[in-house]
């Protein structure tokens, strides 16, 4: 399985601003994903995260909000802008490999005041 | 729109007795299935995937495949308070496509 890596763990930020997300894995996977979990809820998948190309946004989410880079197949960051108490949430990386199953990061707790 | 359904919950199981999750899927071509247990403040971790249809056993886990019905399971047997917490099933329809995951089911086993 794949081990993966997230950064920071936790944050309490102020409106306005902005927050990126790092997330390294361990070893070469073919797929990466950023989801976000809020309270009580599954997860919703925000993007797909292409290898050196623009990520795949699901309904909902735009790259303006949520600018997502993927320099290689091993690293991945998410930032989330201009933020709001709305955004006040966990936001998880995934990454998987040829097995076809989806490993987890620790997540990144996110508070917005 | 592709949907994965589960129970909410929650599930109230004693010790040493058998937990039975429950899943339903709605795109017919789904290959790969997957459950996930989250424990509160925790990220999902992956218990057990199944791909063809039938039973796959690992340890206390068993997870049963019915494509024809568009139905996955998860039995836990000798279940233990440990084994508190929300079960997350996740389908995948093509290899490289995203996950979808169900709502979660809250798995509460009693002392």
């Known amino acids: 399985s794949a081990v993966i890596s997230q950064k920071p763990s936790r944050d309490i930020c102020q409106r306005g601003t902005s927050l990126t997300i790092q997330c390294q894995v361990d070893s070469q996977v073919t797929m990466m994903f950023w989801y976000r979990q809020q309270p009580g809820q599954s997860l919703t998948l925000i993007a797909t995260a292409n290898q050196g190309s623009e990520a795949t946004y699901e309904s909902g989410f735009v790259i303006d909000k949520f600018p997502i880079s993927r320099p290689n197949l091993t690293f991945s960051t998410l930032t989330v802008s201009n933020m709001s108490p709305e955004d006040s949430s966990i936001y998880l990386c995934?990454?998987?490999?040829?097995?076809?199953?989806?490993?987890f990061g620790e997540g990144s707790r996110l508070t917005v005041l | 729109q592709k949907e994965v359904e589960q129970n909410s919950g929650p599930l109230s199981v004693p010790e040493g007795a058998i937990a039975s999750l429950n899943c339903t899927y709605s795109?017919?071509?789904?290959?790969?299935f997957f459950w996930y247990r989250q424990y509160s403040g925790k990220s999902p971790e992956l218990i057990m995937s199944i791909y063809s249809n039938g039973d796959k056993e690992d340890g206390r886990f068993t997870a049963q495949l019915n494509k024809a019905s568009q139905y996955v399971s998860l039995l836990i047997r000798d279940s233990q308070p440990s084994d508190s917490a929300t079960y997350l099933c996740?389908?995948?329809?093509?290899?490289?496509?995203?996950?979808?995951f169900g709502p979660g089911t809250r798995l509460s086993v009693l002392p």
């Open positions: 996740a389908v995948n329809v093509y290899y490289g496509q995203n996950f979808v």
């Open positions: 995934s990454g998987g490999g040829a097995t076809g199953e989806l490993f």
């Open positions: 795109d017919r071509v789904s290959q790969s």
